[in-house]
């Protein structure tokens, strides 16, 4: 009885660590060092931010039509990604076809008592999936805020 159990507990493991490493190779976010810009004495890092569906399928995944930048975070606390004031925000859906990316520019302001030398960090992505049947005035906004299905960076410094 104790070798079934334990057969059993050895194949629950390699079952839940082999889908849960391919599930993170399902879709990549991928960051680059991008340049540095100076307005109205603020300081931001300008971060070219890459989403790669590295499926076979269609990835279908909420956005909102101003506010997109709500759906990324950053690991620093010297860093915060800038976010818009927005007149007319809706949730959005946009699709990423099979072994496609979508590149966007995410703002981040820099901490003005750091040195912008010694920052090391990812940008996190939340990425909420679409399913067949949803449509974009389905998006949760209290899922949303919780954060549960963030992709992560590479690492960068500066």
């Known amino acids: 009885m104790t070798r079934i159990i334990l057969t ?3 194949l629950l493991f390699n079952y839940l660590t082999f889908s ?3 599930k993170k190779e399902n879709y990549a976010l ?3 060092k991008g340049k540095i810009i100076k307005e109205n004495k603020q300081t931001f890092w300008i971060i070219p931010t890459t989403l790669t569906n590295n499926t076979k399928d269609t990835l279908k995944y909420y956005s909102m039509s101003c506010s997109w930048q709500e759906f990324y975070s950053v690991d620093s606390n010297k860093l915060q990604v800038e976010g818009k004031d927005c007149d007319k925000n809706i949730p959005t859906i946009l699709t990423l076809a099979p072994r496609q990316s979508r590149t966007v520019e995410n ?3 820099i901490s003005q008592r750091i040195n912008a030398s010694e920052i090391k960090f990812k940008i996190g992505f939340n990425l909420m999936k679409v399913s067949s049947n949803q449509k974009k005035f389905d998006f949760d906004f209290i899922e949303q805020r919780k954060k549960k299905n963030i992709i992560w960076s590479n690492l960068i410094s500066r």
Do not use: D, H, M, N
């Open 8 to 10: 059993i507990a050895v």
């Open 20 to 22: 849960q490493t391919a």
């Open 30 to 32: 991928t960051i680059k």
């Open 107 to 109: 703002r981040l302001l």
